[in-house]
């Protein structure tokens, strides 16, 4: 009986991780013309900037906040609780005159935007498994002797998991051309 209400008091004070708080938000840029040439051609004029400056047909960003408490018994500093939240941003193109598209052109578009949108999700999975992981990795940290020592491990481990995550975005992108081998083309 003592092991189980042992096993149930170390259960309960060790902080169990949660779903982090995800913030998604969509924004739209208008393009418009009658054939895939133009809508290309707008596509590189009016999409979002990319990190290299060049303007790509969608993008997404995503940005990770967390915060933890910690509370210091005796020689040890350890976690209590953490919070999590990843803030989504993504940019993608609409077709002022699809309604009035030819059918083919229509069709292709219905591809493009659809293939567009597999990509990015792609990067929103990457901010999404991050924010799980620093999660995860906070709550995992050894206790330390003091406080500060917590935090800087915390934040290190924090901090490597966004940077990993930023490698695999642009890694990502190199390998799908910026979703082009994926489908996320017009021509």
Request: some cysteine; overall charge neutral.
């Amino acid at each position: 009986m003592r092991k189980i209400l042992f096993v149930l008091a170390v259960l309960a004070s060790t902080p169990v991780a949660g779903e982090p708080l995800v913030r998604l938000h969509t924004s739209y840029y208008y393009i418009d013309g009658p054939s895939a040439s133009l809508l290309a051609a707008q596509l590189d004029q009016n999409g979002p900037v990319g990190s290299d400056g060049k303007h790509y047909p969608g993008r997404t960003r995503w940005d990770i906040q967390w915060k933890f408490k910690h509370e210091q018994q005796g020689t040890a500093c350890s976690m209590k609780d953490v919070a999590v939240a990843v803030g989504i941003a993504q940019t993608v193109p609409k077709w002022r005159g699809e309604d009035k598209g030819a059918s083919g052109l229509k069709a292709l578009w219905t591809k493009f935007i659809d293939a567009l949108q597999r990509h990015e999700d792609g990067h929103k999975d990457h901010g999404l498994k991050a924010g799980k992981e620093i999660e995860t990795a906070i709550l995992a940290v050894k206790p330390a002797s003091n406080c500060e020592d917590l935090d800087l491990a915390a934040n290190t481990a924090a901090q490597a998991i966004v940077t990993k995550y930023q490698a695999l975005d642009e890694e990502y992108d190199r390998k799908t051309d910026h979703g082009r081998n994926q489908g996320a083309t017009l021509l």
